[in-house]
């Protein structure tokens, strides 16, 4: 029979609690779309915490890294899943050399070390999970940690965001009014053409003109929303795209790697999103 | 393909008395004194037994469809056979019989007789693309493109009334499929490019008509026409115009046409052009140009502008801000003026944004979309369309809108209609879009209906609540995990006495929180037919009542719909709760007021419904049907073994969908057919049509626990 090693128990499982805060060093590149910036700096001023709202690939999560470089504040990012339970947000006791220790979970921790806490894609956690954050989200601003007999006051350096994508259409991945009406929203869309063609010349380094056409097939794609496809081409996939024709993958197939079968499974649409990219290049 | 594939027989040839007598077995309704079945029999006995009997077999399945084409099919079967293997012939007869279900015996016999050119295309018969094939993809394609939404549809030549693309049914002139299809491509985004950039916005009827030779004066406006957006698809599609270039075979267009390729060039220009080529100019045709209906495409174009401009108007005004509505802050003429500012991508515009006494409104999709189809259509939006109606006018205007509006989704939809195809097993083909369903709403019935019942069953539906509320989802706590949300206490008490006694610290520490959750979506379909008149449909409506005490308490997502209907033109399917509906009053007027209609075509009902649980996200979904008696239908033969076999053939896609179906029936005869349908365990058959009401509730329970 082997020793029994203090600790392994914890090392069992990789507690949630061990998210480290990120400084953001460098200026990540940004190009604001509207008022954003300076909505987020005044909700930041007044302890408004702030919900974006937006399609997938717009922008939002390179917003939360931009404003979080520009504020100088640690970024924590939970990405929510739906086993996320409310002891992954705040913390848990954990056995260390034969003791039990209290970890704090990113949320507990992002309160104490006043960062910005964010919280991407909020509806796919559990709507029982959620609701521990009501009380940071309010003028209260106080995360109660029962287990461990705590109550955190959040410094007015804490910021509680999160993002959303409205687009679902699932009665399941709808936000509770309970917890929307505690955010102010700020909306993302895709970027106006003349940006979004900035963006992914700025993202890939292509040529203009090259970049104008995806810009165009991004365009027909969103069409094509609601007509079989659930989004259009984010202009993340336009820079993945631009991001291969750069490394000296012929512009067709890049496209049907990066945009088509990143779109859609199903063989017309494939074949119809092929057929745009290949009208185009 | 699935004939029956020849094959020698023991058996000798059949004489033609032999013949005769079969031919008159099935033909007997369209033969006469003067029209007897001996001159076909004597062409058919020369054949081999192996083709005499493929075509008794096609003329027997064809007659089941129509006498007279099977007649004339008999006719050209000898020569066909000779000429030809078994697996184009086969091809033949199905194409025949598909253009004879959408456009009756006249075009179908056409084709029949067009045997040549059918067989000449089905020599190239790999190299062919269907409109079944390409349709769904071009039709995304052109979405893609944007502009107006299109539709698109099989006819015999390719045109566009600015509205919907005609396409051929199939394109062979090529020598392989993929440049068929690019062949397909290209008419399709020359027909959707003509609708784009206003083809048909100059008035070209009136002005074509004014030629000597109109015809003639047409094909030169066309190929100009096609000149013209030929290089506008080589800067907007650079990728398309070089697949096109392959397609243009060398043909050039004259020197005069140089002033179409400059990018400010329009229709106008076209036009002008005709006037100065029409004497001495023959104009070539080239493989990807459609034809044009001048006529057809002004008098649609001519009846969206007219709607569209009080749409607009409508949307306008429902865009003012609330209180611009009332009298005090209306400027003296009672209306407002809007102006729009448009953002150009590309060479139209795709985005406005309306200006209201200088501040900016973004209008929502529809009413952009709204307004780019009228820029196509005029090149801008005139300042008339900006000004919004009167306060007065504005409530009115706003209910018509809304009936035109209604009423146009109905004729889009061909008057709310939705077509699906059918199984015919004797073809072993589909029908194409053979059966017409239409959604309707029950009125509402009684409401003391479920009062009644609800009393009646007092004691049951108690213990109905108490049976699904023990099923429902709820949290468990699993002691002694690997690992878990939490620390499992007991077990770590317990651990450390096994730690200081020298045994080995077990891992399973931890608790964790178990969620059961129920994701199930259950359509109900319930037969509607007028057999179930009396009794049956009282059961039903009782059966349904408890259901919905039931699933209420169970929180699954659950539908109802009835369906009946009379012939193959009028299927009709029933909403009586939708998934969205809340069981409230309305629902239960609606389940009270489930009457008995006509008769029981299930496939059609089967697919419609299929799909609404398609659109439904959950991971189990259920499609149950309470029927009392086999498929059935007025007339088309569907009583029986067709009936029975399209039923199948619908239930398999929907399985193909990961649907899983169950029939609840009264039928006591249903063992012989419903194994056959469902499968041997997938149905119950309820004796006693009084118990039906506890029973539905009981089988669901059972089928999804």
Redesign the interface.
């Known amino acids: 029979?082997?020793k029994?090693i203090p600790g392994?128990?914890a090392a069992?499982?990789e507690p949630a609690g061990r998210t480290a805060a990120r400084m953001i060093e460098r200026e990540p590149y940004y190009e604001p779309i509207g008022g954003e910036i300076e909505l987020f700096e005044a909700a930041y001023a007044t302890q408004i915490p702030v919900l974006l709202k937006g399609p997938t690939g717009c922008g939002k999560t390179r917003f939360m890294e931009y404003m979080a470089w520009r504020l100088k504040r640690p970024l924590i990012t939970v990405s929510c899943h739906d086993d996320l339970?409310a002891?992954?947000l705040i913390g848990?006791?954990?056995?260390t050399n034969n003791e039990?220790v209290w970890v704090d979970g990113p949320l507990a921790h992002a309160v104490r070390c006043g960062g910005i806490c964010y919280l991407d894609e909020i509806v796919e956690a559990?709507k029982d999970t959620t609701v521990v954050i009501h009380p940071l989200a309010d003028d209260r601003r106080i995360l109660p940690i029962e287990k461990h007999g705590e109550l955190l006051h959040a410094p007015k350096e804490f910021v509680l965001a999160m993002s959303y994508n409205p687009g679902y259409?699932?009665v399941?991945k709808e936000l509770k009014q309970s917890t929307r009406q505690r955010f102010v929203a700020i909306e993302f869309t895709y970027p106006?053409?003349?940006l979004e063609k900035k963006i992914v010349i700025a993202e890939t380094g292509i040529d203009p003109a090259l970049a104008d056409?995806l810009?165009?097939l991004a365009?027909?794609?969103r069409?094509?929303k609601g007509?079989?496809l659930d989004e259009g081409a984010s202009t993340r996939l336009l820079v993945h795209a631009g991001k291969l024709i750069a490394k000296g993958i012929p512009a067709?197939t890049a496209c049907a790697g990066a945009v088509a079968a990143a779109l859609t499974d199903d063989p017309?649409?494939l074949?119809?999103?092929n057929?745009?990219?290949?009208?185009?290049? | 393909m699935n004939s029956p594939v020849p094959s020698s027989s023991p058996a000798g040839k059949l004489s033609a008395a032999q013949l005769e007598e079969r031919l008159d077995e099935s033909l007997d309704p369209v033969l006469s004194s003067r029209r007897t079945a001996q001159p076909l029999a004597a062409a058919l006995a020369p054949l081999s037994r192996d083709l005499q009997d493929f075509a008794l077999h096609w003329v027997a399945v064809i007659a089941r469809t129509s006498g007279e084409l099977a007649f004339q099919f008999a006719t050209l079967a000898p020569d066909v056979l000779r000429q030809s293997d078994p697996v184009s012939a086969e091809s033949w007869i199905i194409h025949a019989m598909d253009t004879f279900d959408r456009e009756g015996l006249y075009r179908g016999s056409s084709e029949l007789k067009n045997v040549d050119a059918f067989m000449l295309a089905s020599r190239h018969n790999s190299n062919a693309v269907a409109f079944e094939e390409a349709g769904n993809v071009l039709g995304l394609f052109i979405c893609g493109l944007a502009g107006r939404p299109l539709k698109l549809e099989v006819a015999n030549e390719a045109y566009t009334d600015t509205e919907t693309l005609h396409l051929p049914a199939r394109i062979f002139a090529r020598a392989s499929r993929e440049q068929n299809f690019l062949l397909y491509k290209a008419l399709a985004t020359h027909l959707w490019a003509q609708s784009r950039y206003g083809t048909f916005n100059v008035d070209p009827a009136d002005k074509l008509a004014t030629f000597a030779d109109p015809a003639r004066a047409r094909a030169l406006y066309n190929y100009l026409e096609t000149t013209r957006l030929d290089a506008i698809i080589a800067r907007e599609l650079p990728g398309l115009a070089r697949e096109l270039a392959d397609l243009r075979d060398g043909a050039e267009a004259p020197p005069e046409c140089a002033l179409l390729r400059e990018p400010a060039a329009t229709a106008a220009d076209s036009l002008a052009l005709v006037e100065a080529l029409y004497e001495n100019f023959e104009p070539p045709t080239l493989s990807y140009m459609g034809v044009l209906h001048p006529e057809i495409a002004q008098a649609v174009r001519a009846s969206r502008v007219a709607r569209e401009k009080k749409e607009l108007q409508a949307e306008l005004a429902k865009l003012l801000p609330e209180n611009s509505g009332s009298a005090d802050t209306q400027p003296a003429d009672g209306a407002s003026h809007y102006s729009v500012i448009a953002t150009e991508s590309g060479s139209t515009p795709d985005n406005f944004e309306l200006v209201l006494d200088g501040s900016p409104v973004t209008p929502p999709g529809h009413v952009n979309d709204l307004m780019q189809s009228i820029t196509q259509d005029l090149g801008e939006i005139p300042d008339d369309y900006l000004v919004t109606a009167s306060d007065g006018v504005y409530r009115d205007n706003s209910t018509e809108e809304e009936k035109t509006a209604a009423v146009r989704e109905e004729t889009n939809s061909e008057a709310g209609a939705r077509f699906y195809n059918e199984w015919d097993y004797k073809r072993r083909h589909y029908r194409k879009n053979w059966c017409v369903l239409r959604e309707a709403d029950v009125k509402p019935g009684d409401p003391d209906f479920i009062d009644t019942t609800l009393k009646r069953y007092a004691v049951q539906v108690g213990q109905l609540r108490r049976t699904f509320e023990m099923l429902r989802g709820d949290d468990k706590w699993l002691k002694k995990q690997a690992a878990g949300d939490d620390i499992d206490l007991d077990a770590v008490i317990n651990a450390y006495a096994d730690l200081s006694s020298g045994r080995e610290l077990p891992e399973q520490l931890f608790q964790r929180r178990l969620k059961v959750e129920r994701d199930i979506a259950v359509m109900f379909m319930v037969d509607m037919s007028g057999s179930t008149k009396g009794w049956i449909n009282e059961a039903e409506r009782e059966s349904l009542v408890m259901l919905c005490e039931a699933l209420e308490v169970l929180g699954d997502r659950y539908a109802i719909y009835g369906f009946s209907g009379i012939t193959r033109k009028r299927c009709e399917i029933y909403r009586i709760k939708r998934f969205a509906d809340r069981y409230d009053d309305a629902v239960r007027g609606r389940i009270a007021g489930i009457l008995p209609q006509d008769y029981t075509r299930m496939g059609v009902a089967i697919r419609h419904l299929s799909a609404l649980l398609n659109g439904v996200d959950a991971r189990t979904k259920l499609l149950i049907t309470l029927s009392d008696g086999k498929p059935d239908d007025y007339s088309d033969n569907y009583r029986g073994e067709y009936g029975i076999e399209d039923t199948r053939q619908a239930l398999i896609e929907a399985h193909r969908g990961g649907i899983h179906s169950f029939c609840i029936t009264i039928d006591r005869e249903a063992r012989e057919y419903l194994p056959r349908m469902y499968g041997a365990v997938n149905y119950t058959v309820i004796e006693d049509v009084a118990r039906l009401p506890l029973k539905v509730a009981d089988v669901y329970r059972r089928l999804t626990t």
């Open positions: 029979m082997s029994p392994k128990v069992s499982k339970t002891a992954d848990r006791y954990l056995i039990t559990r259409q699932s399941l106006h053409a003349a056409q810009i165009r365009e027909m794609t069409n094509l007509n079989g067709r017309d649409m074949r119809a999103v057929e745009l990219a290949s009208s185009l290049f």
